[in-house]
């Protein structure tokens, strides 16, 4: 950690920023919130809208609108700048935009002194993740993306709504891209301790292509999202509080972040979601499992396309 205090800077004070740091203000954790935008009167605004409800909220916190100077000390730095998709949009194709707008970020990020974790947001996540990496020069372990956390959390709302259970209680994940090659690890997945494919065995009402249905629901939700109303930002607003608070709180908690694989499920150099050990360290470890064939085959292809996708921007 960098100081004693425990500050988290944010760039990007748009839908998805904003939705973290109010979820943040309103979870407690941070001691001071720092906002960074490049139209600077928007982040001004914000920091006045949310000091306002600071008497309602669990702890003191200080909020204000910043520059790249406040990253020096900054325990984190959260990046949610960059473009954001149009209907029917994916999210590789905001790569070239939003590689310009992260580059610039991380550049005066690491000009300041910065030398805590950053986490990364802005789309395709997996890949800009990379960029930061490169950009930042910090070690690894120390980068992480928000990777498929978001996708995790709708799969296990919707494994909950399905089996009538408390989605806290669904256990898995979706590893690889946040996008359209996600793989949701069934193998791994299970209610309590009870693998999904024995609640199947034992329960007819539950069907195996359902399962399919869920996955299909869980990928594409952010265009049924988008489609509606333009932007998806309160779901990923939690994410980023849950892996903030991981990080500041050293929880060693497991959380499905967009973290470099070196080997782990024979792949390399490479940032996609995997389930990991995060702490006030960054990643202390990134799971290594034995997952099915048809699984690694797709997380395999998923993470083909991420390089396809890196190597356009590198
Ligand atoms: N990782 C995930 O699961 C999710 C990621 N996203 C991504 O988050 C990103 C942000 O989305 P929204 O907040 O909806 O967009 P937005 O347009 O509401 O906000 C983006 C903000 O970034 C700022 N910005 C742009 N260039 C900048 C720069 N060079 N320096 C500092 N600030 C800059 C803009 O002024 C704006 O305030 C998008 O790339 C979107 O696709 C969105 C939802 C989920
Ligand atoms: C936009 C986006 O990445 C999501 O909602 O999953």
Redesign the pocket.
Known sequence: MQTGTRRVVL???????MSFAYSMVNQGGAEELVL????HE?AVGEAMDLNHGIPFGPEKIEIWAGDYSDCKTADIVVV??????QPGET?LA?VER?AK?MR??IKNVMQSGFNGILLI???P?DVLTYIAWQESGLPKHRVI??GT??DTARLRYQMGKYLDVDPRNVHGYIVGE?GDTETPLWSHTSVGVKPIFDIIKDHPEYKREDLEEIYVNVRDA?YHIIERKR???Y??GM?ITRIVKAILNDENSVLPVSAYLDGEYGLHDIFTGVPAIVNRNGIREVFNLNISSEELEQLTKSVSILKETLDTVR
């Open positions: 760039v990007g004070t748009g839908f998805v920023g960074i935008d490049v139209n928007k949610t700048a960059g473009v954001n998709q999210r905001l939003n707008i610039d970020v947001a802005s789309n996540v993306g928000t956390t978001l946040h952010a932007a998806t930002y779901g990923i994410c």
